[in-house]
């Protein structure tokens, strides 16, 4: 029981939202905020600062008043995706630290997603990319409060925070990463191995620095997704060969991702994170059917193992130019295919199933045009992205 009790004291030790504000301010992120809102006045601004800790008990937080007019204030750079909230001001006393971590949370973030992939799918190694992407609502705890939380994003701030999403992908990109092109590219283990551990590092702590997510929550995320690694990449050969080989592959695809998209939206209320589980589940379903239809094409072959492992090739001028022009076109025929996907799947989901869609935000919160939207339009990004894309650089001569 003794064992239990300490084990409890930990957790909710890791817990403390005056931790996240502790680290905050180690790393120069100062926020104000109003004390007097429920008596409707707005004219005091206070800052809130971390309490000292003994053991397990903690000094009340100072809150004191600050004349911060000549001090230049930020606020968060996206809107609550719910409730289009802006957030409180805050001040940045580290002006490096700011753009690191900005940097490091936005590694979990539609934008890299988009950018990084399909750089790597068509200028280093689709084989890597199409097996690395094959690879909150339960236990419902809130966001860190602020105050005494600084909270330097807002976006996400509507969503449960258990385990931490970013701290999950964070872990599960790098590492896999590594795993995958070990062996089968020539390059120093120490290299591949702390390239993996900086980005892990940079992508976690970045959403403490944010306000987004307790200590726990950042642990969870990292042990649960090395958890999923374990059982499943012993498993990603049985699954590549099966979507690129079985002949039912695209139609057993679409139907469980689907399904699985379906399950995620039948809990209470919208939320940012569902909308991205339908994205990452259409995403995965259109990469699996390109790659099915490469292989049956012939297009895009795996080189044969006797060549493995891979050298890196000399970096060049050409290649360079070859590599940017390829990656520039290719994005810009990903954007024009969302866009158009994006204009073609809302109002026809708000059509069909009777939703009003002049405000499209309230409308994106019915799973009716939700999951059809980021399902359909992210398909096919991925299916563009791993077969018309290839196909366009080989007629083009930039494959």
């Not at 104000?32 to 429920?38: G, L, M, P, V």
């Not at 911060?68 to 006393?93: C, H, M, W």
Request: proline fraction near 6%.
């Amino acid at each position: 029981m003794e064992l239990v009790s300490q084990l409890v004291r930990l957790l909710r030790d890791l817990k403390d939202p005056h931790k996240v504000a502790r680290f905050q301010q180690l790393c120069g992120v100062r926020g104000s905020f109003r004390t007097d809102e429920a008596d409707g006045l707005r004219g005091r601004i206070v800052e809130s600062h971390s309490p000292q800790v003994n053991g397990t008990d903690r000094e009340t937080s100072a809150i004191r008043q600050e004349d911060s007019s000549d001090v230049a204030k930020q606020k968060p750079q996206r809107r609550n995706s719910l409730t289009g909230e802006g957030g409180q001001e805050f001040v940045i006393d580290n002006a490096f630290l700011y753009y690191l971590f900005t940097f490091g949370t936005e590694l979990g973030n539609e934008l890299f997603y988009i950018t990084f992939f399909p750089f790597f799918m068509w200028n280093i190694d689709a084989y890597v990319s199409r097996r690395l992407i094959c690879t909150k609502d339960i236990i419902r705890w809130s966001r860190p409060p602020s105050p005494p939380v600084v909270k330097v994003e807002m976006f996400y701030n509507s969503e449960y925070s258990m385990p931490s999403t970013h701290a999950m992908s964070g872990t599960a990109i790098p590492f896999s990463l590594f795993l995958l092109t070990y062996g089968r590219w020539q390059y120093p283990f120490i290299f591949g191995l702390l390239l993996a551990l900086c980005w892990c590092f940079l992508v976690c702590t970045s959403r403490i620095y944010m306000g987004m997510h307790s200590i726990l929550d950042v642990i969870a995320g990292f042990l649960y997704s090395i958890l999923i690694m374990v059982i499943f990449q012993p498993a990603l050969e049985i699954i590549d060969n099966f979507n690129l080989t079985c002949t039912y592959a695209p139609l057993i695809i679409i139907s469980l991702h689907l399904a699985m998209g379906l399950f995620s939206f039948t809990l209470d209320t919208w939320s940012t994170s569902r909308g991205d589980t339908a994205e990452i589940l259409g995403t995965g379903a259109g990469i699996a059917c390109a790659s099915n239809l490469n292989y049956m094409l012939g297009l895009m072959p795996d080189p044969p193992v006797s060549l493995l492992p891979l050298a890196v090739p000399a970096i060049t001028t050409g290649l360079v130019v070859k590599c940017v022009t390829r990656f520039l076109l290719g994005v810009v025929i990903l954007l024009v295919t969302r866009a158009v996907m994006k204009a073609i799947t809302i109002p026809l989901a708000c059509r069909i199933f009777h939703i009003p869609c002049d405000d499209i935000r309230k409308a994106r919160q019915r799973m009716e045009v939700e999951l059809p939207y980021r399902y359909i339009t992210y398909g096919t990004v991925g299916f563009t992205a791993l077969f018309v894309v290839p196909v366009f650089f080989s007629v083009v001569n930039l494959s």
